[in-house]
């Protein structure tokens, strides 16, 4: 059965950093693109950050770009988000996506809260 699992948000003030991770078991993971998603009270969910399979095309909103770093470690099974100069404007649930062709999983999310 496939699974993902976030770990790793919590409250942080503006400026501050987060490292969130995502196990994933269950599949291939290493065919899998992985992303990250993101859903602020009242908005719609937005993509935030994905990874292709073998790592080499990554893509960003533009609201983060130079601020959130994706990575993945196909030997563990694992995609992290890196977040620094966090703004109020990050806050929200976060989940963990794997996609291949017409398959999709979700993860749980973690609640990510930036304020002062």
């Known amino acids: 059965q496939a699974q993902l699992v976030e770990s790793g948000g919590g409250l942080v003030q503006p400026g501050g950093s987060l490292r969130l991770s995502c196990a994933a078991s269950?599949?291939?993971?290493?065919?899998?693109?992985m992303s990250w998603y993101r859903q602020a009270p009242g908005k719609e969910r937005e993509l935030v950050a994905a990874?292709?399979?073998?790592?080499?095309?990554?893509n960003y909103v533009d609201s983060v770009k130079g601020r959130f770093t994706i990575s993945r470690d196909n030997a563990k099974n694992t995609v992290d988000l890196q977040m620094n100069s966090l703004k109020p404007e990050d806050t929200g649930v976060y989940y963990c996506?794997?996609?291949?062709?017409?398959?999709?999983?979700w993860g749980q999310g973690t609640q990510v809260t930036v304020s002062s």
């Open positions: 269950g599949f291939a993971f290493s065919r899998y693109t």
């Open positions: 990874i292709t399979s073998a790592g080499d095309i990554i």
């Open positions: 996506n794997a996609k291949f062709m017409r398959t999709s999983y």
